[in-house]
């Protein structure tokens, strides 16, 4: 829980259309969760974060975060940092570009370098807390290995911001704008976990 006592999710919108098929997914999870805090009468702050209408440069590995533990650029990732930090629970929709995660996301993700160096580096604990993820993700691709490079790359993300990857919610040939909202299974299953999720 947040200093005010309220229950954060971070949720970060990985995909450059708007309305695509992991944001309708994002969605249909963010649904279920809303109703389980409204029935169990949680204060909760849900943060949506849209990357791609973000201002993020690449990491430019120019090693600053080693020696003061900050990052140096001045953009939109400075308030990310911020939410990351003190959320109780992440959850990443990304679809699959050239079989990991999009561009804008993978941007968000190499910048948080940062928490890398102060976890294994500097061995300074920012983030004071346990919590829990999980990974959204579509692909146009029907193959059963399609997703590994991405789960690789969130794996990666959560373990530095010490977020235990708890599930994730992969459906393959899924390439079309609209073809999520027609597997109604798939959006079951996100609401679902949703609407199941602990709030502590």
């Known amino acids: 829980m947040g200093k005010d006592g309220k229950y954060i999710l971070a949720a970060l919108y990985g995909s450059p259309r708007l309305n695509g098929n992991t944001a309708v997914l994002m969605d249909s999870f963010l649904e279920g969760f809303l109703y389980k805090a409204e029935k169990a009468e949680k204060d909760i702050n849900i943060e949506k974060i849209v990357v791609s209408q973000l201002e993020i440069s690449p990491c430019r590995e120019c090693d600053n975060c080693s020696k003061t533990g900050e990052c140096i650029i001045e953009d939109d990732m400075q308030e990310i940092f911020k939410i990351l930090i003190k959320a109780d629970f992440i959850a990443v929709a990304s679809p699959v570009f050239f079989t990991t995660v999009s561009g804008y996301l993978k941007a968000l993700i190499d910048r948080c370098q940062r928490f890398w160096v ?18 959204i993700s579509a692909s146009g691709s029907g193959t059963g290995t399609i997703f590994d490079c991405s789960k690789k790359v969130i794996r990666a993300f959560f373990d530095v911001l010490f977020v235990d990857y708890e599930a994730d919610f992969l459906y393959g040939t899924t390439d079309r704008r609209g073809d999520m909202l027609k597997n109604l299974k798939a959006l079951g299953e996100v609401y679902d976990f949703g609407k199941k999720l602990k709030i502590e």
Do not use: M, S
């Open 118 to 135: 102060l976890k294994y580096k500097r061995r300074e604990n920012i983030i004071n807390k346990n919590r829990k993820g999980i990974f």
